[in-house]
């Protein structure tokens, strides 16, 4: 079984919907991520969390919000969902690792999100 | 300025042979790490290799190795024996410590495709 899943894999939805993509992690790890991928821009960061009760704003957190429901839970939604949110998410998690750099994610399969 | 810039958009290289993919990175930080991950066509994010900031010796990961040169801020890529199935996108990523957060700041990818 994998690691960190996310749910739903695929979705399309319409302007102006809510939706709610999911993510669990086996991992036993505290931290959680959310970026996008859009072509020819890499990753970038949406919203992370260290533990259930910081949640912190990435760098293009607008249009999105977050909940950490559990240590190994970690959603992402978007209220009013636009076409320019149509991309590749992932979530990524990682483990504590004090003050050194070696914290590495480890990213879920990802959920393709289209947005008409 | 970019953190991480990856100048190569698109690289070939045949069946067996050695292939060298390109970052650079910027940071004042003195404490940083620098990570691989590849991504196939079927869109998941593997973690291939990582390098800390004050690291002695080259990182290396079965196939994979990292040729670190501080003192020109490159962290290159080097995979050796190429395989089709090393046939994907590979993403350069930059953690700094010093700013805070365990954020991932990834450059915009080299896709390679592996000839016979």
């Known amino acids: 079984d994998a690691d960190v899943t996310q749910t739903p894999r695929n979705r399309i939805t319409k302007t102006g919907k809510r939706i709610m993509l999911e993510c669990s992690q086996t991992k036993g790890h505290d931290r959680m991520y959310w970026y996008r991928q859009d072509p020819g821009l890499g990753l970038r960061l949406i919203y992370y969390s260290f533990d259930v009760k910081d949640i912190n704003k990435g760098e293009i957190s607008d249009g999105y919000s977050v909940s950490r429901q559990a240590q190994a839970k970690f959603s992402l939604s978007l209220e009013s969902a636009i076409p320019n949110q149509t991309a590749l998410y992932f979530c990524?998690?990682?483990?504590?690792?004090?003050?050194?750099?070696?914290?590495?994610?480890?990213f879920g399969p990802g959920t393709r999100l289209t947005v008409l | 300025a970019q953190k991480i810039t990856q100048t190569q958009p698109g690289m070939f290289v045949q069946e067996k042979e050695a292939v060298t993919l390109d970052c650079t990175y910027d940071?004042?930080?003195?404490?940083?790490?620098l990570f691989w991950y590849k991504q196939p066509s079927s869109g998941e994010m593997i973690f291939l290799i990582y390098?800390?900031?004050?690291?002695?010796q080259n990182a290396t990961e079965g196939r994979y190795s990292l040729n670190f040169q501080k003192a020109r801020k490159s962290a290159n890529l080097v995979i050796s024996a190429s395989q089709l199935g090393d046939s994907a996108m590979y993403f350069c990523?930059?953690?700094?410590?010093?700013?805070?957060?365990?954020?991932?700041?990834f450059g915009t990818g080299t896709q390679l495709k592996v000839e016979l």
């Open positions: 390098q800390g900031s004050y690291d002695q």
């Open positions: 940071t004042s930080d003195p404490s940083y790490g």
């Open positions: 990523a930059m953690r700094e410590i010093g700013g805070g957060g365990n954020k991932l700041t």
């Open positions: 990524a998690t990682s483990d504590r690792s004090g003050t050194t750099a070696t914290d590495t994610q480890y």
